[in-house]
C-alpha cells in the first residue's frame, strides 16, 4: 500500500484551477469564444480538457507485465485529451469539430511506429505507449429546420428539428451512451454503456445522419448511420468444447445502423444544443428525466454452421434497447446539498453467446512464466467480462456535501456505483461490481480531484469466483 500512498502524494500536487463545464464556475462564462460580431451571435468556440490518473490495480491470476509476473502495478497515465471547437455564422448553421487521444500510460496507447518510438516491435510484445496519435472523435454539420426558439419573435416552440451530417455522437440507446467526459460523476463509465466501442463505432461515434429536438417536455435524437467495416473470423470449436459456438462481430454485407433516444424531462430542461449528457450538475440544475433508446443493425455479427471451419456462416442481427432515469435534485436551501442518482437497464443481443472481454488501460499483460495455477477466463491484467448478450443494470448515487463544509468554495461529492450483468455465454451466473469515491471541486468541473476504489469480477468456471480491485487518483482540468 506504500505504492499508492505515494501516488496519492504526488498527485495531490498536480492539481490546477478554473476550467469549464456544466455545474462549474459562473465566474467562466461564455469560456473561450470569439465574437465575429458585435451581437455575440456569430461566433467560434473552443473547449479543452485532460484527465491524469495515477493508478494502483490488483492484477487477474498469474499475470505478467512486459513478462515478468506481477501480482499487482501502479502506473501514471494520460485517460484523456479533448480540444472542442465549434461556430455559427447563422443561427441555421452550425459545424462542430472535436479532436484528442485517450488512454496513454507506460505501455499502452502508442503510435503505430515499431522500435523505441511507439509501438513494440519484434522484441516487444504489446504496444507501448508513447507517441500517442490525435484523432477525430466528432465532425459534423448542423442545420436547424425548426430551432427552439423563433428567429423572429424569440419564442420558445413548442417542437423544434435539427438536421445534422458527419461523424457524429447523436447515438441513442442510453443517457450514458453519449455521456461527457468533462463532468462523470464517479470519474469514469463501466464502458458496457459503449456496446460497440472501437468495433464497429468510432471511440462511440458512426457515420451518418441525425435528427435531434424537443417536442414539449420530450428531448430527442435519431439517426441513421453506416457502421464501420468489422471482419473477424468465425471459430470452429471441437465437439466436445463448451464453447462450439460463439458470435464475432463481422458486417461483411454492409447494412445500416438505426439508433435512437427519448427522454421526458419533469423538471428542468437540459440544453440539447451538444450531445454531451452531463453526469452531475454539482447543484446549480434540478433535473428528473426518465428515458428509453436503441440500436440496431441487420447482420451485424456470425457464427459459424455446424461448428465447422468450412461451413457456411450464419448472421446474426444486433439488437440492443435500455431504460434509464436521471435525478439531480438540489435541497437545503443557501447550504445547497444535491443528491444525483442514474440507474440504468441493458438488454443486449448480439446472437448466440457473443461476449467481450475488455478494461481501460490494461497493461501489456500476458500469462506468467511457469504459472499453473488457476486463470481468470477473461484474461491477464484487469480484463473483465463486460460486454455480451445478456442483461446489465447499472446504478451510481452521489451527494453533493454543503457549501460551508470546506474554505475556498471547495465542494465536496462523495458518490457509489453498483454493476450486476448476466451473459448467455455464463448461463445463470451473475457477475457484480462496485466502487466508491469522492470528487472536491475547487471550480466545479473546471478544476477536479476524483478518487476511486473500483472491483471487477474474476471468472473461473463460468461463474465469478471472487474479485480484484484498482484505486485510482485522477485530476481534471477543463477551458
Known sequence: MYKLFI????????????????????EYGEGMRIKLDSSGNKYIHFSTWATFWARYSNSNPGTAINGVAKNNWSDF?????????????????????????????????????????????STFSGTLGKKPELYIHDLWNEYAVLPDKDPKSKRQRFASLYIGTGLHYWMGLSRMTTSSSSNYLALDVPLYNWPLVDLSDQFARQLGVYFKGNIGPVAYRWSVNKPFTVLSSATAF???APDSSYAVDNNATGKLSTTGYAAWQFLEKEGNFLPYTTGTYVGTKKV??????????????????????????????????AIDSFADLPFGGAQNWAFTGYMVYYHYDFGPNYL???????????????YTGPVSQAGFGNLAPLIGTGHSLFTQVGLLLPKNLLDAGMRLQPFGEFSYQQFERYGSSKFTYWSAGWNLYL????????????????????????????YILATQVML
Open 288 to 321: 428528473f428525466n426518465i428515458g428509453a433508446g436503441y440500436y440496431y443493425t441487420g447482420d451485424g455479427t456470425v457464427t459459424q454452421a455446424f461448428n465447422s471451419a468450412n461451413s457456411p456462416l450464419i448472421r446474426h442481427h444486433i439488437m440492443l434497447w
Open 238 to 240: 471441437p465437439k466436445s
Open 77 to 121: 497515465s494520460l485517460r484523456q485529451f479533448r480540444l472542442l471547437t465549434y461556430s455559427q455564422l447563422s443561427p441555421r448553421y452550425l459545424i462542430l469539430a472535436d479532436i484528442g487521444m485517450d488512454n496513454q500510460s507506460f505501455s499502452t496507447g502508442g503510435s503505430a511506429g515499431g522500435g523505441n518510438s511507439g509501438n513494440g516491435g
Open 7 to 26: 501516488l496519492l502524494c504526488i498527485t495531490s500536487l498536480l492539481t490546477v484551477s478554473r476550467v469549464f463545464g456544466q455545474g462549474g464556475s459562473p
Open 443 to 470: 471550480d466545479g468541473h473546471h478544476a477536479r480531484l476524483s478518487f476511486k476504489y473500483q472491483t471487477r469480477p474474476v471468472v473461473t468456471g463460468n461463474r465469478q469466483n471472487g474479485s480484484e480491485g484498482s
Open 356 to 370: 467481450r472481454n475488455a478494461s481501460i488501460m490494461n497493461a501489456n499483460a500476458t500469462q506468467a512464466p511457469g
